[in-house]
């Protein structure tokens, strides 16, 4: 049987699948309403899936200008808190059609939900936190 670590990770690599086709629809079932976006740049709330949608649009739009193919992930860790709390932790690599890093930036999110129904409440990036003996998860 499946831990809910387990189920937290596998619920994570569906997101990642959605977000590498880089259609913001595709990532909106993923989403809690409301949910929080936290980022170097400050702290956004997207209050609806629309705005989810309006946000990650630019996000994108922005990948595909610099020619993004897809997202690589290392040292992913989930950590329930409660039967409808977890966090999954790690270290996100988007590469782009050529093989090439693009960019590499840690990751924290806080889920909610139970079994494989997670949902993103708050997504943090932020500096990548070295992980001692990590995974790659694609």
Not at 22 to 48: K, R, V
Not at 54 to 81: E, H, I, P
Request: charge should be negative.
């Amino acid at each position: 049987m499946a831990t809910t670590e387990d189920l937290v990770i596998e619920f994570f690599l569906r997101y990642s699948r959605a977000f590498k086709t880089l259609d913001p629809d595709a990532i909106l079932p993923f989403y809690h309403e409301p949910c929080l976006f936290i980022s170097p740049q400050g702290i956004i709330s997207l209050p609806t899936r629309s705005e989810v949608a309006s946000f990650f649009r630019d996000v994108m739009s922005n990948l595909r200008a610099q020619d993004y193919r897809t997202s690589n992930f290392a040292g992913l860790r989930a950590v329930s808190l409660s039967p409808s709390l977890a966090v999954i932790t790690g270290v996100g690599i988007w590469l782009r059609t050529d093989g090439s890093e693009l960019r590499r930036f840690g990751l924290t999110y806080t889920l909610w939900g139970t079994g494989d129904a997670w949902e993103i409440a708050v997504a943090a990036v932020h500096d990548p936190i070295p992980q001692p003996g990590t995974d790659a998860h694609t």
